[in-house]
């Protein structure tokens, strides 16, 4: 999703955020985002939402990604940095829950040199590990697990993240 015109057209969150993820084709692609038909976004903040990775490195892996195409945290406003940080919360705490985890992986990537797949557009991975599972910068250079499917995990962690939401505004 490379741009060298740093146009967002081609930005996959950019995408997200305005039109949601559909694995069906969209009839009317210009309404607004209907959360209940995002195949993969699991809840929408103010400013950013959370995505599960289409191309998980284990079960359970989400991404926090700030609705505004967004390079670096240098880059993003209070108001931004602070919804950030609380869905991170919101998606440890809902990950635990849902999955039991031994261990959390939670980063970001800046730049194709820190393994970022997805350029200047700031994300917060969350990735599940349990004791034993593969090294994580194993998982990032080529192993993947055999995911759960995403519509399972959507079905899992989605009323979390909704009961989260609301207790937590
Ligand atoms: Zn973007």
Redesign the pocket.
Same mark, same amino acid.
């Given at each position: 999703?490379t741009s060298a015109s740093g146009a967002?057209t081609e930005?996959?969150?950019?995408?997200a955020?305005e039109r949601g993820v559909r694995l069906q084709p969209d009839a009317s692609p210009h309404r607004m985002p209907d959360p209940s038909r995002d195949a993969l976004i699991l809840v929408r903040g103010r400013v950013s939402y959370v995505i599960l990775n289409l191309y998980p490195y284990s079960n359970g892996h989400v991404m926090v =990604?700030p609705n505004? !195409?967004?390079p670096n945290l240098a880059s993003m406003s209070a108001d931004e940095r602070a919804e950030l940080m609380t869905l991170t919360r919101h998606a440890e705490i809902a990950l635990t829950e849902a999955y039991a985890p031994h261990g959390i992986n939670i980063g970001i990537n800046l730049g194709t040199a820190a393994g970022a797949g =997805?350029l200047? !557009?700031l994300h917060v991975h969350l990735v599940p590990r349990w004791n034993g599972d593969t090294n994580f910068m194993t998982a990032i250079g080529n192993t993947r697990v055999l995911p759960e499917d995403l519509g399972e995990s959507a079905k899992r962690l989605r009323p979390i993240f909704e009961r989260l939401s609301r207790d937590d505004v």
């Open positions: 999703m967002t930005c996959i969150f950019c995408q955020s =990604v505004r !195409h967004a =997805v200047d !557009h």
